[in-house]
């Protein structure tokens, strides 16, 4: 096939990633994907192929994320696309949510992305050639009650890809970071989702948020089937962007936070551009 590539793909047994997965496999591309599971993967995937590499990898455990590249780059001799998709939803105020949820939280959603990334990159390096693209979410760039740890962790994978995107510009590296509305997928489910254990009865606007986000499990609008095709054909762009927003609820929360920033931005110009020293 014309624009085969090999794609290295993280949380592949549900969810975008399992359509990602799919979809690419159907397409006759390499697949190298990971789970905590490998045979929940296997299952999920329900194909046994020479260009698919299922693989059990514990993204907080950096020895593990480079044996899997290693693996990857020994079976297809090449690291084209990276996509960073493991992560799960955390929910409740920062009161609420115990340093040990907190913490393991970021290890998944942010530190599991950065071991992919720095592992991946002396390949992507010796190419001269590669895309990485992280799912963060629209709770990254605008964040909604009761869910602040999760919103921190999205916020840092949209900061770290903007900025790795500036690093590694210099090797034809690309770099796209994702911002997905709701899906629907397994999100919101117990298997993809944490709420905190001990609730404080005081926080009545966050479970209330809490809760009509339960409630949308399955009815989610966006499809992932549309979405993994979405992030396929930005990957195979000459110019991908550095930004893709997925879905109508994730544009039009988007543009609601452009237009606010704007306006505190704007109340407050004239303090913001008074802090030069005078003389």
Known sequence: MQNKKTWFITGASKGFGLS????LLNAGHNVAATSRNVAELIKAVNVTAPHFLPMQVELGN?????????????????IDVVINNAG?????????????????????NVFGTLNVIRMAMP?????????????????????????????????SVVGLSEVLAQDVAEF??????????AFRTSFLTDDSLNIAKRPIADYTAVHQTQSRYLQMNGAQSGDPEKAAAAIIEVAQMENPPLYLLLGEDAYD???????????????????????????
């Open 20 to 23: 990602l997965v799919t979809q």
């Open 62 to 78: 950096e020895d593990s994320v480079g044996c899997a590249l290693h693996q990857t780059n020994a079976a297809f001799h090449s």
């Open 88 to 108: 799960y939803g955390i929910g409740g105020s920062i009161e609420e949510l115990t340093d040990r949820e907190t913490r393991d939280s970021f290890e998944v």
């Open 123 to 155: 390949y992507m390096r010796q190419q001269h050639s590669g895309h990485i693209i992280n799912i963060a979410s629209i709770a990254g760039f605008t964040g909604a009650t009761g869910w602040s740890v999760y919103a921190a962790t999205k916020f």
């Open 172 to 181: 034809g590296v690309k770099v796209t970071v994702v911002a997905p509305g």
């Open 253 to 279: 929360r988007a543009m609601a936070k452009l237009q606010k920033l704007e306006r505190e931005f704007r109340v407050n110009e004239a303090i913001t551009k008074s802090m030069a020293f005078n003389g």
